[in-house]
C-alpha cells in the first residue's frame, strides 16, 4: 500500500460551480490536513476557459515536507459539477483518481458526464453525491461535504477528525446548519465505505506525520499572502492606508479598515490610485508609516508619485499584487508582467527598492522591511505581490514578531544638524536626517524639482548630478542590509543553475531536489530583493552553473533580461501566462530538454 | 517678448498695498527653467537700466517692508513671480493672516501643486511640499490624517486644481478633511506659458486658442458647492484685507475651506482677467448677500457678475472627517 512519505505528496482538486460549496469543502479539507499535521498549500482558481458562469477550482497540495510549489497536475479530482469538471480534466494526472456524482438531478446526455470523457486510465468512484445530501438533510445542498465524506473513506483519513473540522468551520452558524453538513459527511463516509471497491493505492492509514509539525500544531497559521501583509503592517506599526478597490490587492484594505482603526490607524478609501499613493506620500511626510496596495492599472497611475517620492525623498510603500496583461487583463489569473513596470517605471533616474517575496512567510518579512527601508531611506518600496501568492493559502509557523530596531528608522537630525538645519544633506549613505512637520528649528521646503542641500530648486549640472548620485548612494546602503538570496542545490559546479524570482521561485527551489534524483546537477538561486539586486551574489553563482535557466510567468522574459544584463552571458528562458503558477514539474521538463 | 513688467508694476502696485514688484528677484534663476515665463520675465527685466539706478530707492523700500510683523511669515526667499502678478497680494494676505492667528511656524504646513501657484510653499516660513501637477489635495489629506495637530493649506492653479487635478476636489469635499484650500484663479496656464485653463471664459483667446477658447469655462464657486464644501469663499488679489478676513476664517473653519482668489495673470493674459478687468468686476459679496448657510442662495450668488467676493456658504455644525472617524469610533 502506498502511504505518504517523503518523497510523496498528493493534489486534491474540488471543481464545482460557484454557489455549490466549491471554495468552502476545499478550505475545510486544508484546515483538516493542517490539523493532522500536513503540511498544505491551497488556492482557488477560476479558469479563464470557463463555458457559463462560475467555474471554480479549490487546489490543496498535502504534503508530509515542506511545501515550496502548488503541484502542477492533481491526483484526485472531485467533480461537484460535470459541466466544469469536463474541462478540468486535463489537469487531472494521467491515472488519477474521480469522484463524481452517480446519479445527478439532471442526467447527462450521453458523453456529457465527466466520467465519459475521463481517459480509461482515470480511476472513477461515482458516488450518489446529491442523493446522499438530500437522505442527510432533505435538500441537496451538502454535496459537497458528501464528497468530503468519500474522501474521507477512500483514504483511510481520521474520520472523527474531519467531523470536528467541519464543526470548527460552521462554529458560529444555527445547529441545523451544523448538523446537517456533518450528517452529509457522515452519509457520504458510510456509503463509500459500504459501497465502494478501492482500486486506487493512497491510504494516509498508518502515515503519522513529521513530529515537529504535530508539535506545533497549535501555532500553525492558516493564511493566504493578503491577510500576512496586512498581519505584517500591523506588527510594523503602519498607522495609515490608503487604497482604492482593485482585485488582487482589495483584501488588504479590507482587513486593514477592521484592524487599523483598533491600532490607532486610519484607513482612507480614495477616489483613484493617484490619490492613494499622494495621500501616503503625504502620510509619510507627516512622520507616521503608510501604505498603499493596488495591482498593475493602479500601478500605472501611480507612477508619477513613485517619481515624487524619490525625489522628494519621502517614505512610500506600494504593494503591486500582479494579474494577467496589460490594461485590464486578465484580474482573476497570476503573471509575474509588473517587473519591468516596477523596476523602471515612472519619470527620470529614479532609485526605488523593490521587493518580492518568494513564499507566503516572506510576504510577512518583505512587509516589515519595506516599511523600514521606506522610512529609513525616505524613498519608494515596491513590494511585488502576485495574484497566487495574495491568495494561495498555507499553514505556517506564526512569524516572529519585526525587532524594536525594525519599527522606529527614521534618521532624525540631531542639535548639530539642526544647526543651519540641512534637509538634504549630501552624505555618503544617501540618507539626509529628517525632521517632521511641527519640529521647530527643522524647517524645510521640500519638492519634486531638482534641488540643493537646503531644497531650493537648483537646476544646474553639478548640483543635479551630486544630488542624483546622492539618490542612489541609498542603493549600496540598502544592499548591506538585505536579506541574503536563498540559494539551494549543491555548492559545486552544476549542469543547471535556476535563478528565479517571485512566486516562481518556490517551483525552482522544489525542481532542483526533484532533478537532482533524476541525477541532473543543478542548484537555484532566488532573491527577495529585486532593486538594488544582489548582482555579485548572482554573478559567483552564475559562475558555477554551465547553463542558467529562468522561469517566470511572463510573455518575453522580463526578469530574464535583467540578469543577463548582469551576468552577462545568454540564458535559456521558461515563460507561460496561462494563469497557472510556477510549479515544479514545468522546470524539471525544461531541465529534462536542457541535458 | 515684450515689457510686461513696467506695465504690471503700473496696474499691480495700485491693487495691492506694498510695492510687491520692489520684492521680486528677477534674477534669481533666470533661464534655469524653460517652461516658465518668469525667466523670460526676467530677462528684461535685468536688462531695464530705469530699475537698476532705483537700487537705492529698492533697497530702502524692502528694508521698510521686511521690518514689519507679519513678514516673519515670509521666507527668506525671493519670489520668481513676474512683477505685478496677483500672486504677491495673496501671499501678503497669507503671511498676515498667519501673523493674526499666530499661527506657530512648524506646525504650518503650505503643500501645493505645480505651476506659478506652486512655487508658493517656497515663499513662507514654514514646512511645506510642493508636489505634482493637480495633485496638492492628496498629499494634504494625507498629512492632515497623519497629523491632526498642523495647520495644512493645500493651494493650486486653476489648471492644476480644476483640469489635471479635478477628481480630487469633489471628494476632499464631500469628506470634509479640514484642512484649507486656497485656489489661484488667474484662468490661464501661467508657468507653461498662457494656453487655455479650465476657467478661461468662451472665446477668449490664448496661445493654446488663437482664434478663441471653444471651451465653456467651470465656476469655481458652485463646483465647490455642489461637491458640498463646507466653506466656500471668493476673494480677489488686489483687496488684501478682503483675502486676509478669508483665509482666517477658512483656516479657523473645522473641514474643507475652498477659497477662490481672482488674480490676474499679467504676463499672458492681457485681455480677460486684468488687473483693470477685474478691478470692474469685482464688488462685495454683500451686493449679493446669500444667507451663509443656505446653498440655493449661495449658488444664485455664485452666478453672479460683477463677482462678489466674501463667505458664500458655511456650515459650521459639520463635524470634519476626523471627527466622524472619532464618533465612529467612540461608537462601537
Ligand atoms: C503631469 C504634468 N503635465 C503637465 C505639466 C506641465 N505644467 C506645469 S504647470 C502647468 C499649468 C499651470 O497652470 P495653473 O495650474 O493654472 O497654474 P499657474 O501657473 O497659472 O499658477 C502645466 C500644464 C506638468 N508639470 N505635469
Ligand atoms: S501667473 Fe502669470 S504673472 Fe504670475 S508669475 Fe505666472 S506667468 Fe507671471
Redesign the interface.
Known amino acids: 500500500m502506498k502511504t505518504i512519505d517523503k518523497d510523496i505528496s498528493i493534489v486534491i482538486e474540488i471543481c464545482g460551480s460557484a454557489g455549490e460549496g466549491t471554495i468552502s469543502a476545499g478550505e475545510i479539507l486544508s484546515r483538516f490536513m493542517s490539523a493532522q499535521g500536513f503540511e498544505i498549500m491551497s488556492f482557488d482558481a477560476y479558469p479563464a476557459e470557463i463555458r457559463g458562469f462560475g467555474k471554480c477550482v479549490a487546489h490543496t497540495r498535502v504534503s508530509a515536507n515542506p511545501i515550496y510549489s502548488p503541484g502542477k497536475l492533481a491526483d484526485v479530482l472531485i467533480a461537484l459539477n460535470d459541466n466544469h469538471a469536463i474541462s478540468q480534466l486535463s489537469a487531472l494526472k494521467k491515472g488519477g483518481i474521480l469522484i463524481y456524482d452517480s446519479q445527478p438531478p439532471k442526467p447527462h446526455e450521453e458523453d456529457q458526464s465527466v466520467v465519459a470523457r475521463a481517459d480509461a486510465v482515470t480511476i472513477s468512484y461515482g458516488v450518489p453525491l446529491t442523493m446522499l445530501a438530500q437522505k442527510a438533510a432533505g435538500n441537496a445542498r451538502g454535496r459537497n461535504m458528501v464528497a468530503l465524506g468519500a474522501l474521507t473513506a477512500l483514504f483511510h483519513l481520521d474520520r472523527d477528525a474531519f467531523t470536528n473540522s467541519i464543526k470548527d468551520r460552521y462554529g458560529k452558524k444555527k445547529q441545523i446548519v451544523i448538523d446537517s453538513n456533518v450528517n452529509s459527511f457522515l452519509e457520504g463516509f458510510d456509503w463509500t465505505k459500504e459501497n465502494i471497491d478501492k482500486a486506487d493505492t493512497i491510504s494516509f492509514q498508518g502515515v503519522t506525520p513529521p513530529q515537529s509539525k504535530a508539535e506545533q500544531k497549535g501555532e500553525k497559521l492558516i493564511i493566504n499572502g493578503n491577510q500576512l501583509v496586512a498581519k505584517a503592517a500591523l506588527d510594523a506599526d503602519l498607522?495609515?492606508y490608503?487604497g482604492y478597490p482593485i482585485t488582487p490587492a482589495t483584501k488588504i484594505m479590507e482587513i486593514l479598515s477592521k484592524e487599523l482603526?483598533k491600532h490607532g490607524g486610519?484607513l482612507?478609501q480614495?477616489?483613484?490610485e493617484?490619490?492613494?499613493?499622494?495621500?501616503?506620500?503625504?502620510?509619510?511626510?507627516?512622520?507616521?508609516r503608510?501604505m498603499t496596495g493596488t495591482s498593475g492599472p493602479g500601478f500605472a497611475l501611480m507612477t508619477?508619485?513613485t517619481g515624487?517620492s524619490v525625489m522628494?525623498e519621502m517614505p512610500a510603500v506600494i504593494i503591486d499584487s500582479q494579474r494577467g496583461g496589460p490594461s485590464t487583463g486578465i484580474p482573476t489569473k497570476t503573471e509575474q508582467s509588473d517587473f519591468n513596470a516596477a523596476m523602471f517605471g515612472g519619470t527620470g533616474d529614479c532609485p526605488r527598492v523593490v521587493l518580492a517575496p518568494t513564499d507566503t512567510t516572506s510576504c510577512y518579512d518583505a512587509t516589515v522591511l519595506a516599511l523600514y527601508l521606506a522610512e529609513k531611506y525616505q524613498t519608494l518600496v515596491v513590494i511585488l505581490l502576485d495574484f497566487f501568492l495574495s491568495n494561495s493559502i498555507r499553514n505556517i509557523d506564526t512569524p516572529k514578531k519585526p525587532a524594536p530596531k525594525m519599527l522606529n528608522a527614521n534618521i532624525a537630525p540631531d542639535a548639530a544638524d539642526l544647526a543651519g538645519y540641512q534637509r538634504y544633506k549630501i552624505t555618503d549613505s544617501g540618507i539626509s536626517p529628517r525632521t517632521?512637520?511641527?519640529?521647530?528649528?527643522?524647517?524645510?521646503?521640500?519638492?519634486?524639482?531638482e534641488h540643493d542641500a537646503n531644497g531650493?530648486?537648483n537646476?544646474t549640472d553639478k548640483g543635479h548630478l551630486a544630488m542624483t548620485a546622492k539618490r542612489f548612494r541609498k542603493h549600496a546602503s540598502v544592499l548591506a542590509e538585505a536579506p541574503a538570496p536563498m540559494i539551494s542545490g549543491t555548492q559545486e559546479m552544476v549542469d543547471i543553475g535556476v535563478i528565479s524570482w517571485g512566486s516562481s521561485a518556490g517551483a525552482a527551489h522544489e525542481a532542483v531536489v526533484t532533478a537532482a534524483g533524476e541525477g541532473i546537477s543543478a542548484a537555484a538561486f532566488s532573491s527577495m530583493m529585486l532593486s538594488p539586486f544582489p548582482e555579485k551574489q548572482v554573478t559567483a553563482f552564475a559562475g558555477r552553473c554551465k547553463k542558467i535557466l529562468i522561469p517566470e510567468l511572463n510573455y518575453t522574459g522580463q526578469f530574464a533580461d535583467f540578469v543577463t544584463k548582469i551576468i552577462k552571458r545568454p540564458v535559456e528562458r521558461l515563460n507561460f501566462i496561462t494563469g497557472r503558477p510556477m510549479a515544479a514539474e514545468d522546470i524539471v521538463e525544461k531541465m529534462r530538454e536542457m541535458i | 517678448m515684450n515689457t510686461v513688467p513696467t506695465d504690471a508694476i503700473k496696474s499691480g502696485s495700485v491693487q495691492s498695498g506694498p510695492d510687491h514688484s520692489a520684492l521680486s528677484d528677477p534674477g534669481t534663476e533666470p533661464g534655469t527653467e524653460p517652461e516658465t515665463a518668469v525667466g523670460k520675465t526676467a530677462e528684461t527685466a535685468t536688462g531695464n537700466a530705469a530699475e537698476t539706478e532705483q537700487a537705492g530707492y529698492l533697497d530702502e523700500k524692502i528694508a521698510q517692508v521686511r521690518a514689519m510683523d507679519f513678514l516673519q511669515y515670509r521666507s527668506p526667499d525671493l519670489p520668481t513671480w513676474c512683477p505685478g502678478c496677483g500672486y504677491f497680494g495673496i501671499m501678503d494676505a497669507f503671511y498676515k493672516a498667519c501673523r493674526e492667528l499666530d499661527l506657530a511656524h512648524e506646525n504650518i504646513c503650505a503643500v501645493s501643486g505645480i505651476g506659478c501657484s506652486g512655487r508658493t510653499p517656497i515663499f513662507i516660513n514654514s514646512y511645506g511640499f510642493h508636489t505634482l501637477h493637480g495633485r496638492s489635495i492628496p498629499v494634504a489629506t494625507g498629512l492632515k490624517l497623519a497629523r491632526e495637530d498642523l495647520t495644512v493649506f493645500a493651494m493650486a492653479g486653476d489648471g492644476d486644481a480644476l483640469g489635471i487635478g479635478g477628481g480630487h476636489l469633489p471628494h476632499v469635499a464631500r469628506k470634509n478633511i479640514d484642512i484649507t484650500f486656497i485656489l489661484f484663479d488667474n484662468s490661464i496656464y501661467g508657468l507653461t506659458k498662457g494656453q487655455s485653463s479650465s476657467t478661461t471664459p468662451y472665446e477668449t483667446k490664448t496661445n493654446s486658442h488663437p482664434v478663441g477658447n471653444p471651451d465653456t469655462p467651470l465656476n469655481p464657486i458652485k463646483l465647490a458647492l455642489a461637491y458640498g464644501s463646507s466653506f466656500v469663499a471668493r476673494g480677489y488679489a488686489g483687496d488684501p484685507e478682503g483675502m486676509k478676513a478669508l483665509i482666517k476664517a477658512g483656516t479657523l473653519h473645522r473641514g474643507f475651506s475652498f477659497i477662490q482668489i481672482l488674480t490676474p495673470c499679467v504676463t499672458f493674459d492681457k485681455t480677460n482677467r486684468t488687473w483693470k478687468a477685474l478691478k470692474e468686476n469685482v464688488c462685495s459679496l454683500n451686493l449679493h448677500a446669500p444667507a451663509p448657510d443656505n446653498m440655493e442662495s449661495a449658488m444664485r450668488a455664485a452666478e453672479n457678475e460683477p463677482y462678489g467676493t466674501g463667505i458664500f456658504y458655511q456650515d459650521k455644525e459639520r463635524p470634519s472627517y476626523q471627527d466622524i472617524l472619532r464618533q465612529k469610533k467612540n461608537a462601537k
Request: proline share 9%; net charge negative.
Open positions: 498607522k495609515f490608503a482603526p486610519t482612507l480614495t477616489e483613484d493617484i490619490s492613494a499613493i499622494g495621500a501616503v506620500i503625504g502620510a509619510g511626510y507627516g512622520g507616521i503608510a508619477e508619485f515624487l522628494a517632521i512637520p511641527g519640529t521647530p528649528g527643522g524647517m524645510y521646503f521640500a519638492t519634486g524639482l531650493r530648486p537646476y
